[in-house]
């Protein structure tokens, strides 16, 4: 009899010392889910400044694809010269945009290609075109239309009609 005691309580004592106990099995569970709300919390964290990436991506891409647009063409009409500040008479379209003031306050949706082509895959976005003369001694101080030889170019890229990102640059009529 007391043989089978000893034995009933080895057992008793074996089974304890190799099963997990309840506040084992709840630490690990603890642990685990931790793990799996900061792996969850990482995933999303990177998905998002994944998606940023890609915007500004786009975005710099569409500022290029206006800078390369405007680029040669004068920042004075060829025919009329400072006489209009914008589009001049005749010009409908953006093909017909021949000077830089004639891009002034245009907004184009959606974007255009450095050819003038709609971008229609990108069509979320929008390039909107800002003209102004600077004075020639300080290039952040915006004067009268046609006022200087010096102009800056403001493009703003907007995704959904949010402002992305902007960006600008001087353009000489000398
Ligand atoms: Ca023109
Ligand atoms: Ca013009």
Redesign the pocket.
Known sequence: MLANNKLTNRRTNGYCANAFTIIEVIVATIVIALAIVALIGGNRAFSQTNGEALKMSNAEFLIGQVREMTLTIPVL?PETDDD?????SGESTVADYD?L??FDAETFSPPLDIYRNAITDMSAYSQRIIVQNVNANDFSSIIADHGSDFVRVTVEILLNGNVVTSENWIRAGL
């Open positions: 009409d209009v500040f914008g589009v001049e000077d003031d004639d």
